[in-house]
């Protein structure tokens, strides 16, 4: 189970995290400063996804990988066009001697999205972090990251540059059912994780489950049982969580068709809401979204709650104006006119 929050106010450099209740697991969307998120959370990191690299999205890089140095757990890195050659130029304005005394090497994976295919390559403390072995390559569907408790998907959308979009899906969730365990007379326990690993990748009816307890004399009790039983009488699957996110993206036909494409039905929705509704050719040049656009498209994509960030700071005492534009077009009562019937920027890549 995943939750996200904005890590910084809405006034300041975007950045969402997700963070795994259960696992030590965690996702960024977007790398603007994160100096606001405890070592302990940028430690459970293992994805991040960068929409574009102008400064505020991107800055937080260097805090993310001083706070990684040494450590084992590598980091994986996605972003648009351009981005790996970023990344390098990011890694090679430090001095790297002496890291071969970390215990631990750090391993760094960054793939590069656009649309003809997506590049990745690896990277690794020891050596430098000079680009190693040959690069990957491989087709873009769509799909940027499959796990076993959660997909992303991403789609390139116009910011005047291309600019990567977001849409995460939990996998189905399991839950057990506390009173039929108790009339089996088994104790939960850490088993319970694995019993749900096994119903997760679909292993077959008969795979035997062991269900251990400490007994509370020093010894442990277990029972096998088979996991179709579990299967029928103790599991309750419900489906996961959908979150995407949203932002810098100029108001054309062609990025509501995409973001409403890649957004629908999401149970969160992250969208920047730059500037408010009477400075919309301000927002149109500047290649970002009003707050009425905003909760128009969340309205358009079907989404359950869209949660808005990145106000731009002249409207530091106006919040309340913001939210209430973006919440009365979400409702159906603003409409924005319509959408621009022209590219601004090439999101080909
Ligand atoms: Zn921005």
């Not at 990344?87 to 430090?94: G, Q, S, V």
Request: charged letters at 30%; aromatic letters at 10%.
């Amino acid at each position: 189970m995943f939750r996200a929050v904005l890590v910084n106010d809405p006034f300041d450099d975007p950045a969402v995290y997700l963070d795994s209740k259960y696992r030590r697991d965690g996702i960024l969307f977007d790398l603007g400063e994160i100096r606001n998120l405890v070592p302990r959370n940028i430690l459970k990191v293992r994805h991040v996804f960068v929409s574009h690299a102008h400064m505020d999205h991107f800055i937080g890089f260097d805090h993310l990988l001083r706070v990684r140095l040494g450590r084992e757990r590598p980091l994986f890195l996605y972003g648009p066009p351009g981005f790996l050659d970023r990344l390098e130029n990011k890694l090679r304005a430090y001095t790297w001697n002496l890291v071969e005394n970390y215990s631990d090497d750090f391993v760094l994976v960054a793939t590069e999205v656009r649309r003809s295919g997506r590049i990745t390559r690896r990277y690794r403390c020891r050596t430098g972090f000079l680009p190693e072995g040959k690069e990957e390559t491989a087709p873009f569907d769509g799909l940027l990251a499959e796990e076993r408790l959660f997909s992303v998907r991403a789609d390139l959308i116009d910011h005047g540059i291309p600019c990567l979009a977001f849409r995460f899906e939990e996998k189905n969730r399991i839950n057990f059912k506390r009173n039929v365990l108790d009339e089996m007379e088994l104790p939960t326990g850490s088993w319970l994780m694995d019993l749900r690993q096994m119903i997760l990748e679909g292993d077959p009816d008969d795979t035997p489950v062991r269900a251990w307890w400490k007994d509370g004399r020093g010894g442990t009790t277990e029972r096998i049982l088979p996991l179709g039983l579990f299967r029928e009488r103790a599991v309750k699957i419900s489906s996961g969580m959908v979150i995407s996110y949203i932002t810098d993206a100029v108001f054309t036909q062609e990025n509501v068709r995409r973001i409403c494409a890649l957004a629908a039905g999401s149970d969160l929705l992250f969208i920047e809401a730059t500037f408010l509704h009477e400075e919309r050719d301000k927002a149109f040049l500047k290649r970002h979204l009003t707050a009425c656009q905003a909760g128009w498209l969340a309205r358009l994509a079907g989404v359950r709650r869209m949660v808005l960030f990145h106000f731009s700071p002249k409207y530091r005492e106006r919040q309340d104006e913001i939210l209430a534009e973006a919440e009365a077009a979400f409702r159906g009562e603003k409409t924005p006119e319509p959408a621009a019937d022209e590219t601004v920027g090439n999101t080909d890549g």
